[in-house]
């Protein structure tokens, strides 16, 4: 039998029942004990059975599965190509020819994969199988990198010399631009790709487990969420996963954002700001405002203007620290200009002031105790349900213990 370049042989040593490997080019001489189990064959002359079988067409797929093919042929690996081997032999390091054992046959690494990458053709062995490839390696692009999770124990060599020991179920990042060459030990979860964060926009993160965070080196505990606002490309680490891009609220002078605490902490202004607790954040606070992990947006405020011809009631105001004064009145007189506080609301809406001339007046009455100060500077103490007038001309703002009864 004639092996051609890069074609092997498995021979079959029936007296010792062992099977050894006759690698080309060469003439081999078959003993009458022995037997080729892999080798080259000859390949059916397709035209030359067009010619001489009318049949052909009619029989085509049934010799498609009949046809045998050249077998034997060495694995070729092209540059930047990988396969992977099943049951690899083992290769002494010092001859690098394959190790025998006692009985002449060759050591296997039973239910173990190899990669292999560019090199001369090679034959396979009794026991190998060529499971995968040759396929091309894996470029990783920049601004991405591969998730990578250890199937088994296994120790990597960086590119700066060190060994790096990894447990089963360990995961990592492989960023590019680089080429991944495969390993048996270590799976491709996905690909993982940098997200762009533009100006007045943020990236919004969960830990998928307890991990220090990429961007500002703190311990995150599984579960938390947090905002990456350094615009570029933000490549998550490996524990990190990435929730949505957000953009920033804009803030103008007519325009204010009513927020929500969904929990206590301190929020970018470096205030405390307790589980519950509503607020406006203003044009004086920032122009745009992104809402922290634990901020709710309930809705936008718009600005009340007053002239200086007109008056507002606001029930429940809110005090200096904040707080809503419930059950309160507050008027505010125009000219001006303010937001309504969370809990704070308007009663009767904006109203115009009263205006009075010669030959009218304004029936008042009490609603609770009220100090009335009179023109020439006295003050006269009204108890609830007193009834007094005013009489022109004057432009009378009702305070919030009155109630004008009529006008006259």
């Known amino acids: 039998m004639r092996i051609p370049p890069y074609h092997f042989l498995h021979v079959l040593d029936q007296n010792l029942n062992v099977t050894r490997v006759e690698i080309g080019p060469k003439t081999f001489v078959r003993q009458d004990h022995e037997k080729v189990l892999l080798g080259p064959s000859k390949v059916w002359n397709i035209r030359a059975r067009w010619s001489t079988s009318i049949c052909f067409y009619a029989h085509w797929p049934r010799l498609l599965h009949t046809i045998p093919l050249a077998t034997g042929q060495m694995v070729v ?74 199937q088994r124990d296994v120790v990597q060599m960086q590119t700066n010399g060190t060994e790096v020991r990894r447990v089963a179920g360990d995961e990592w990042l492989f960023p590019g631009p680089a080429t991944y060459i495969p390993d048996v030990s270590v799976e491709v979860v996905e690909t993982v790709t940098a997200t762009i964060i533009g100006p007045n926009q943020a990236l919004r993160l969960r830990a998928r487990m307890d991990c220090i965070s990429k961007g500002d080196k703190k311990a995150r505990v599984a579960g938390e969420e947090w905002h990456v606002t350094q615009p570029g490309a933000y490549l998550p680490g490996v524990y990190e996963e990435v929730l949505r891009l957000e953009n920033a609220h804009v803030l103008t002078e007519k325009k204010a954002l009513h927020l929500k605490a969904l929990r206590t902490f301190d929020d970018v202004y470096g205030k405390r700001r307790r589980n519950g607790e509503e607020w406006l954040v203003t044009i004086k606070d920032s122009e745009t405002h992104i809402p922290h992990v634990y901020e709710h947006v309930v809705g ?7 002239t200086n011809r007109q008056y507002c009631v606001v029930a429940n105001p809110v005090n200096e ?26 009663r009767d ?17 009490a609603v609770e105790e009220y100090e009335d100060v009179q023109p020439n500077g006295t003050v006269v103490r009204r108890k609830p349900g007193d009834r007094w007038t005013i009489q022109g001309p004057c432009e009378f703002f009702p305070a919030v213990q009155l109630e004008v009864v009529a006008r006259r």
């Open 321 to 346: 620290d904040g707080v809503p004064q419930l059950g309160q009145l507050k008027l505010i007189k125009g000219e001006k200009s303010f937001f309504l506080q969370p809990g704070e609301s308007l």
């Open 77 to 150: 690996v092209p540059p930047k190509h990988y396969c992977i081997i099943e049951n690899p032999v083992i290769i002494d390091p010092e001859t690098r020819q394959p190790v025998l054992d006692e009985y002449q046959q060759y050591k296997l690494r039973h239910a173990d994969q190899e990669v292999r990458l560019t090199q001369d053709p090679f034959p396979l062995y009794p026991g190998e199988a060529l499971v995968h490839g040759p396929a091309p390696l894996q470029v990783v692009k920049a601004n991405t990198a591969l998730r990578l999770r250890a």
């Open 300 to 306: 936008t405020v718009d600005l009340i203007t007053l």
């Open 349 to 365: 809406g904006i109203q115009d002031v009263y205006v009075l001339g010669e030959e009218e007046s304004l029936v008042l009455r």
